[in-house]
């Protein structure tokens, strides 16, 4: 529970974003082209193979009985090449990358007796006795300027007057989180339990013991020798580097099944004090979660929704400012709760910064790569007065997933990356109906996309999230097929009401 609604509300409070697609560091730039290069041999190999190809077409049967006489003579020669030829396929079959593919995902979606309304929220919040006239006054023009809706879902223990944040109420949010989507998953794809190879669980601030990974293993009967991870403490875009932890692991062990399943547990993270900064979660974030099946499987790919095609990591933490922007701790009175820095937003826009300038070699066409260099090294070396080319990603990209942290960070990604209103539709309308679910809110988005039936063959989705640390990560999905949306899925029964319109 951490970057997203902090991001937004010091949006609110006029740091917005830095524009930093007008500063951009060359040696980020360099590194997304050493990704890029690392894949330079099989790009060679690609025309070489056709210019064999299209010359051997061109002989007639009388050239190839005279090379077959020629190497008849020449028995060295051939062994030697067809040694150096199986020596190379050999090495490229070897260390390509194995293809990850997103065969399903499933959201959770909590009963409705769960729903807070704005009314009920701030009753709640009076009732507790725990905040001054100041404070629930705070947390309702939060509320007001959030752009959350009236359906999203507090976790069962803050329905309760007075609210019970205990560890056995919190394990049952996590149970009922964890255990639902991981059900709707197995049931959509009639994938065994047994058949999992790999568990990674994310969870940034309830990590009891045994882990949430163990409570999986345990209520699934998962095998003996899984390979299972709890990640903690890694804020909002831990979604992504659980998706990066599984795909190393799916190049290691073949044949395989990984799930991974992000989530944040609200219940023993509420605060009872009345430190301004550390009472914004309390407005924006809510009940949710999300399991994903990954295979390296090769027949997974005639029935896979997406492949896994580029994944960005940025981490800010070697930085004291950036390492403490969102930092747990307790207050005067000794609460706890998450304080956000006032240096948040600069720090998170150089996270940005970073990450968009590494993955814009990867994913940009030719031609916006070379207008981008062009301005870039006539800036870099003859000191120009000349304004950098911004990077057009809606050509490297059919759909955003931008994490729902809060309005005013949306806002701030349209107007930075110069989007359409519909590129951020599905980042808002996940705001209005689930509120901010943390590192699992880039899947809501995902399956809002689908059920609007939008998600088309080769269409490339871009998931972008903020976690504290301070980071920032990028994933890159292609679409195998025109996807559908899954039976039960969080949209199932109210996609036509959307998209609603967001008083201002």
Sequence with gaps: MNSGGEVGVQIQQ?????????????????????????HLLTLCLIPLMALIIVEASQKNPDDIHQLWLHLQYNLVSVIICSAFLVFGSTVYIMTRPRSVYLVDYACYRPPSHLQVRYHQ????????????ESSLEFQRKILERSGLGEET???????????????SAAREEAEQVMFGSLDKLFANTNVKPK????????????NPTPSLSAMIVNKYKLRGNIRSFNLGGMGCSAGVIAVDLAKDMLQVHRNT???VVS???????????????????????????????????SR?????????????????GADDKAFRCVYQEQDDAGKTGVSLSKDLMAIAGGALKTNITTLGPLVLPISEQLLFFATLVAKKLFNANVKPYIPDFKLAFEHFCIHAGGRAVIDELEKNLQLLPLHVEASRMTLHRFGNTSSSSIWYELAYIEAKGRMKKGNRVWQIAFGSGFKCNSAVWQALRSVNPSPNGPWEDCIDKYPVEIAA
């Excluded at 524009?19 to 082209?33: A, E, I, M, P, R």
């Excluded at 919040?125 to 905040?131: W, Y």
């Excluded at 058949?195 to 309830?206: M, Q, Y």
């Excluded at 997974?300 to 896994?308: F, G, N, Q, S, V």
């Design 153 to 167: 879902y507090a976790p069962e223990a803050m329905h309760s007057i007075p609210p019970r944040p205990s560890i």
């Design 14 to 38: 006029g740091r917005g974003l830095p524009d930093f697609l007008q500063s951009v560091n060359l040696k980020y730039v360099k590194l997304g082209y050493h990704y890029l290069i690392t």
């Design 263 to 297: 989530t944040e547990n609200i219940t023993q993270n509420w605060y009872f004090g009345n430190k301004k900064s550390m009472l914004i979660p309390n407005c924006l974030f809510r009940v949710g979660g999300a399991a994903v099946l990954l295979s390296n499987k």
């Design 195 to 206: 058949e999992i190879g790999i568990l990674v669980v994310n969870c940034s601030l309830f």
């Design 257 to 259: 099944y990984a799930v």
């Design 300 to 316: 997974d790919r005639r029935r896979a929704k997406y492949k896994l095609v580029h994944l960005v990591r940025t981490h800010r």
């Design 121 to 132: 929220f701030m009753e709640h919040s009076r009732l507790t006795g725990d905040f001054d």
